[in-house]
């Protein structure tokens, strides 16, 4: 037991320091890394896809990377956004690593990235441990999911520096109690801000985008004091109290709208 703790505090302690090399090299580049997390079906690759389109328009250089078991579907329907895109295919592994990341974006990603966006595996455990060198870290729930996500993945949520929640056009359908979510956020991670989107009616278009260029040019991050526990990665981290001024999430709305994967350049194929 002993021996296979101590290895998973290696691969973790491996990793951070794979991750923070990442980020140092992206800063020193003008790009900010953002780490999207979530279950399958969330839509996430939908609010991507009208991130990236926004992003176009506006004239900002982004790009994104997918990661998925198999299929390149995400990335095909990203990638027609005319933005560079590249898929991971993970062969099984459930998350991504630094290391790896690394490797992916080495010869491909372009110099004048701004803004990187980076989609995990749709799973919010395992990904939940892995420091990626982003300096955003996003974790989404459809209002199909239930108000208890955050409690039930408490690693995941508690270490987000933004929750958004898609879907909601059809909340009321789904019977989405929202103070209950918002209660529950707050929990595991105090001060966080909660952001409500659709990408069917456009609550919430660009909030993301926002965020990430305001992270790159100097802005603070919420960032939650985390600690993990018994130093096994599988364990999510727990999360330390905050001052009673940051005890609730901020709300906003906005009615405008290990195996050895190959990094695939979708963007290039298609």
Known sequence: MCRTTDLRQAVLA????????LRAELAARGTVAVSLLSS???????????ELALARERGVPVAALTADLATENDAR????????????????????EAVMLRGYLAGWLPSDTRVLFVENV?????????DLGESLRVT???????????????????????????????????GFDRDTFLANVARVNPGVEVVFTSARDGQGQGVLLERALAVRDGAEAHRPVMTRTAGDRD????????????????????????????????????
């Open 14 to 21: 491996h990793n951070d320091d794979s991750a923070r090399a």
């Open 235 to 270: 364990t999510p981290p727990v999360v330390l109290p905050q001052s009673p001024a940051h005890a609730h999430p901020h709300e906003h709305e906005h009615a405008h709208a290990h195996p050895h994967p190959h990094p695939h350049p979708v963007a290039d194929q298609l």
């Open 122 to 130: 749709g799973n919010l455990v395992c990904p939940a441990s892995y």
């Open 40 to 50: 399958p079906g969330s839509g996430k690759t939908a609010l991507l896809e009208t």
């Open 140 to 174: 989404l729930a459809s209002v199909t999911e239930g108000e208890d996500k955050p409690l039930k993945y408490p690693g995941a949520f508690g270490l987000a520096q933004l929750v958004l929640v898609t879907k909601t056009d059809i909340a009321a359908a789904a």
């Open 77 to 96: 329907r990203l990638a027609r956004t005319g933005v560079p895109v590249q898929q991971v295919l993970t062969d099984g592994l459930c998350h991504l």
